[in-house]
């Protein structure tokens, strides 16, 4: 019996769908319990750490010691300055439907506007979805969208939770839906949906857009 069932497992392992799952399901080393959950994350068999450098002003993606760039904030855009930090973060796993293509997806956020504060959005902020191809080094940038926008009037449905809200976020047939309150000065709840190739997000009819 004990030989039938190491076959049989052995057997499965060597099918695409069960091996796909056990190479994805688990990481060598688990990410660090005093890291935030939304900075660090198993990810394609790897612990992947989102960290932002304030002397910098940068954020860095991490893993197995090789790191990447994600993106470099203007001096006077720096998301402290409207308690935007937070917001630089991994979207949880179960929002995370490319893992099988190696595309990680992650928020990143910055001041509106710089200066000392004044006008309509001196205190505002902008809210990115960037993707980044992880399948292997170097790390890719392959998609960078504003999701969130003062200057654009574009709103997360909602945020009301603060950064561990997710909620304006859904899977449907395997792809990332984004809910808004309002999607660049469009109201009536719009919804987006993120394209195969990562490049743009598109409008979704009302209608298909679910609940």
């Known amino acids: 019996m004990?030989?039938?069932?190491?076959?049989?497992l052995a057997w499965l392992a060597t099918t695409p769908a069960f091996?796909?799952?056990?190479?994805?399901?688990?990481?060598?080393?688990?990410?660090?319990a005093t890291i935030p959950a939304n900075k660090a994350i198993c990810f394609a068999g790897k612990t992947f750490k989102l960290h932002y450098d304030t002397a910098k002003r940068a954020v860095f993606l991490s893993a197995k010691g090789q790191?990447?760039?994600i993106e470099t904030i203007k001096k006077g855009y720096e998301p402290e300055l409207v308690d935007m930090v937070e917001y630089i973060r991994f979207l949880p796993l179960e929002l995370q439907p490319y893992e099988s293509r190696g595309v990680l997806l992650l928020n990143t956020a910055t001041r509106s506007t710089g200066g000392n504060g004044g006008g309509?959005?001196?205190?505002?902020?902008?809210?990115?979805?960037?993707?980044?191809?992880?399948?292997?080094?170097?790390?890719?940038v392959i998609g960078r969208f504003n999701i969130g926008s003062c200057l654009d009037s574009t709103f997360l449905f909602d945020m009301e939770n603060g950064p561990d809200d997710?909620?304006?976020?859904?899977?449907?047939?395997?792809?990332?839906?984004?809910?808004?309150?309002a999607y660049q000065g469009k109201r009536g709840a719009p919804s987006a949906i993120l394209s195969d190739d990562f490049r743009s997000l598109e409008l979704v009819p009302a209608q298909e857009s679910g609940p």
């Open 2 to 8: 004990q030989i039938r069932t190491f076959i049989f």
């Open 19 to 32: 091996a796909a799952e056990a190479k994805h399901s688990r990481c060598k080393t688990e990410p660090v």
């Open 67 to 69: 790191n990447l760039r």
């Open 120 to 140: 309509q959005c001196g205190a505002g902020y902008e809210l990115y979805l960037i993707a980044v191809n992880v399948a292997k080094w170097p790390y890719k």
């Open 166 to 181: 997710y909620s304006s976020f859904s899977i449907q047939e395997g792809k990332l839906i984004i809910k808004f309150l």
